[in-house]
């Protein structure tokens, strides 16, 4: 707790991330190196989905936005995926009051419609009960890819050229985010990935064109407040350019 405590006060308050992803790795062999299941280890994750949740609120970040299951997730064990949608929808119900206090707004991303019924309705209910809140805004990706959002966005941009309503030159950077999932919500400033692996894995491919990453082996279940407040130093110690010189983004120096 003084850890976490000593860390808090290490974090630069008036240069907060505004926006940040996280992929969730490693519940599975979390729960296979104590000889558990796999469904225990994504158990266990909720656990660290709410401790994310709650700096982030506390901290005053806007958006956080977590890879809760992708597009290639379809393609595990029946068992496994029936397990995961459970889960999800589960803990999103059991959350909402907290997430109600805390004034936390559910938003979901991806091929919701994929998601079996049950499930569905209780993360559309808990979107729908926190789209007036104000605070941290949750995003869920679900049913989600990159590669999958690009597609869709591709094909209502093209229609509407076909259609006569845009005209090609009017496709820009900005028209093109516009269509995507994350419409309107700001490209994150930091990517976390807990459980070792340094990739991407078709996650917000457009959007983190210019993120910082942050790779650690710590598994997702273990993952805690404290490393994610040594993630959010870390990302205060690095210099962001944009393709731009050191010297252009540097801030200017009082005469
Ligand atoms: C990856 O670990 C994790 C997932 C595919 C699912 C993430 C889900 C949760 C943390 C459960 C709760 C989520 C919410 C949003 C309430 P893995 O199974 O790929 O691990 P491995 O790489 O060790 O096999």
Known sequence: MEHLENLLRQIDMTRLPRHVAM???GNGRWAKSRGQRRSDGHTEGVGSVRRVTELSS???????????????????PQEEVDLLMHLIGWAIEKELPDLMRNNVRIHLLGDIDRIPEEPRARLTGARDATAANTGLQLNMCLSYSGRWELTEATR???????????????????????HLATGGIPDPDLLIRTGGEQRISNYLLWQNAYSELYFTPTLWPDFGKAE?????????????????????????QQA
């Open 23 to 25: 992929i969730m790795d």
């Open 58 to 76: 506390d901290l005053g970040i806007k958006y956080l936005t977590l890879y809760a299951f992708s597009t290639e997730n379809w393609n595990r």
């Open 156 to 178: 209502r941009i093209a229609a509407d050229v076909a259609a006569g309503r845009l005209s090609p030159e009017e496709i820009t950077e900005d028209l093109i985010s516009s």
């Open 228 to 252: 994610y407040a040594e993630a959010i130093i870390d990302y205060q110690n690095r210099e962001r350019r944009f393709g731009k010189t050191s010297e252009q983004v540097a801030p200017k």
